[in-house]
């Protein structure tokens, strides 16, 4: 799946909190982002911010299936956005990359994805 280096930058509560790492473009997704909890750099991120305000996500039946960041202001490839949710989860194991950039990054936006030259570019 193709990624992209990019940084997650958001704010929750007055804080701001960075994170920079490869993201998959995840068409399949319908949430903003979602955080691999088993990437390296995301477990340093989450041990780093232990004031982090986490929320349990539910599925339709009440399990738990993934913690979220409620975020005021978010910024994630140089675009920003308001009041986001940011997933974080541990249910998709074989995921290398630090998180997956869902269909609500693209919501507003057109984007062309060149998969012969690795080109991706929103307008």
Known sequence: MPAVKAQLAFEQNGRSYTLSGNFVLDLGNGSFIALMKQSPLVKDFLKINSGLALRNGYDSKGTVVAEAVVAQRTELCGISFGNQIIV???????FTSEGNIGLKF??????????????????
């Open 88 to 94: 974080i989860t541990s249910k998709l194991p074989k």
């Open 106 to 123: 693209f919501d507003n936006s057109v984007s062309v994805f060149n998969f012969d030259t690795s080109e991706f570019v929103i307008f």
